[in-house]
């Protein structure tokens, strides 16, 4: 097996996020699903976008977000998603290269036009979601890089695209090909509505042993075993993967893996401003300590410092230099 030359490879949806502030009331008066995300189509993304204030464009998308974070702690990271050939997909493109990210998916010509997400946050720093997935449904397996895939340490999969059949696809051909090259392969589970959707299929492949580091929040936790009980879940699945995450909200992370339990708080934050990108921030951190041999507990510390600074201003990128943050917090 040849070394690996790219730390983190991720497959996901490549979305442009239009964010905006909005009173409690708005949330109502649209009839939008307070803290979660919901799938729109066009014509309702249209009017979405119309009730919105003053909003900020930026490339999303979860696992875009996560590699953003993991290369601005020094990894060296590359993307796979699909966007249309049009102005959104050349301001995605443009901004996770710029970001020090590989990114050599080909452009898909005609309709459906680059994915978007809507994304409303209310006073208390809760975000919003209302996606259209556009193009980003439509990655082809034909589309994978076979060969970065075998090159990274580890391929990182993204729950929300497991959703459309041809991604599903493509990300099975992923884990074939990484587990191949022997390299290793994370899932993130998302959102507990994908979890309703493909729960069968996650717990698959936990079973047949193609998943090496799951991440997941406590709903999501309690959604894929059927234990609302948070030790219940715990108990359930940690000796389904070699390393589990769970995060907690406020309330921090904990980690399984060997047998081995590591627990920590969240960071302190001055103000919630948006908790936007928080899970996909955690991950980035995590991900770093894993993929450079730290103990485990320092990469659940690594994953709150991430986090901690993502949901202290609007957006899911990182403002402030994380590498100085952790040398601030680690030394």
């Given at each position: 097996?040849?070394a690996?030359t790219?730390?983190?490879?991720?497959?996901?949806n490549?979305?442009?996020?239009?964010?905006?502030?909005?009173?409690?009331?708005?949330?109502?008066?649209?009839?939008?699903?307070?803290?979660?995300m919901?799938?729109?189509?066009?014509e309702?993304?249209?009017?979405?976008?119309?009730?919105?204030g003053?909003a900020r464009e930026?490339?999303?998308?979860s696992?875009?977000?996560?590699?953003?974070?993991?290369?601005?702690l020094?990894?060296?990271?590359?993307?796979?998603?699909q966007?249309?050939d049009?102005?959104?997909?050349?301001v995605?493109a443009?901004?996770?290269?710029?970001?020090?990210?590989?990114y050599?998916t080909p452009?898909?010509a005609?309709d459906?036009?680059t994915?978007?997400?809507?994304?409303?946050?209310?006073?208390?720093?809760q975000?919003?979601?209302?996606?259209?997935?556009?193009?980003?449904?439509f990655l082809?397996?034909?589309a994978?890089?076979?060969?970065a895939i075998?090159?990274?340490?580890?391929?990182?999969?993204?729950g929300?695209?497991?959703?459309?059949?041809?991604?599903?696809?493509?990300?099975?051909r992923?884990?074939?090909?990484?587990?191949?090259a022997g390299?290793?392969?994370a899932?993130?589970?998302?959102?507990?509505?994908?979890?309703?959707?493909?729960g069968?299929?996650?717990?698959?492949?936990?079973?047949e042993?193609?998943?090496?580091?799951?991440?997941?929040?406590h709903?999501?936790?309690?959604?894929?075993?059927?234990?609302?009980d948070?030790?219940a879940?715990l108990?359930?699945?940690?000796?389904?993967?070699?390393?589990?995450v769970v995060?907690?909200?406020?309330?921090?992370?904990?980690?399984?893996s060997g047998?081995?339990?590591?627990e920590v708080?969240?960071?302190?934050?001055?103000?919630?401003?948006?908790t936007t990108?928080?899970?996909?921030?955690?991950?980035a951190?995590?991900?770093?300590?894993?993929v450079?041999?730290?103990p485990?507990?320092?990469?659940?510390?690594?994953?709150a410092?991430c986090?901690?600074?993502?949901?202290?201003?609007?957006?899911?990128?990182p403002?402030a230099?994380?590498?100085?943050?952790v040398?601030a917090?680690?030394?």
């Open positions: 097996m040849t690996p790219i730390d983190v490879i991720a497959i996901g490549a979305i442009v996020d239009v964010m905006a502030p909005c009173a409690d009331s708005l949330i109502d008066e649209l009839g939008l699903t307070r803290g979660g919901t799938l729109v189509d066009t309702r993304a249209k009017a979405l976008y119309d009730a919105m003053p930026i490339s999303g998308g696992a875009a977000n996560t590699l953003a974070g993991l290369a601005a020094g990894a060296k990271c590359a993307f796979i998603g966007v249309a049009d102005q959104l997909g050349e995605f443009h901004d996770i290269r710029a970001g020090g990210i590989e050599a452009v898909r005609g459906p036009p994915a978007r997400c809507l994304i409303f946050v209310t006073p208390d720093g975000r919003t979601m209302n996606t259209f997935l556009g193009a980003s449904q082809p397996p034909a994978l890089d076979e060969t075998a090159a990274a340490k580890v391929l990182y999969l993204e929300y695209l497991w959703d459309p059949e041809e991604p599903r696809a493509a990300m099975r992923a884990i074939s090909a990484a587990r191949s390299r290793q392969v899932f993130t589970l998302s959102d507990s509505f994908v979890i309703d959707r493909h069968d299929d996650f717990r698959a492949l936990i079973a042993g193609q998943i090496d580091i799951l991440f997941a929040n709903v999501e936790l309690a959604s894929l075993t059927g234990e609302d948070f030790e879940g108990a359930a699945l940690q000796n389904k993967v070699p390393v589990l995060t907690r909200s406020e309330q921090g992370a904990v980690a399984v047998g081995k339990r590591a708080p969240a960071e302190p934050v001055v103000r919630v401003v948006d990108g928080a899970g996909d921030l955690f991950a951190g995590f991900l770093y300590g894993h450079n041999d730290r485990l507990s320092e990469c659940l510390t690594l994953g410092i986090a901690g600074e993502i949901i202290s201003h609007f957006g899911a990128r403002e230099d994380l590498t100085a943050l040398k917090r680690l030394g």
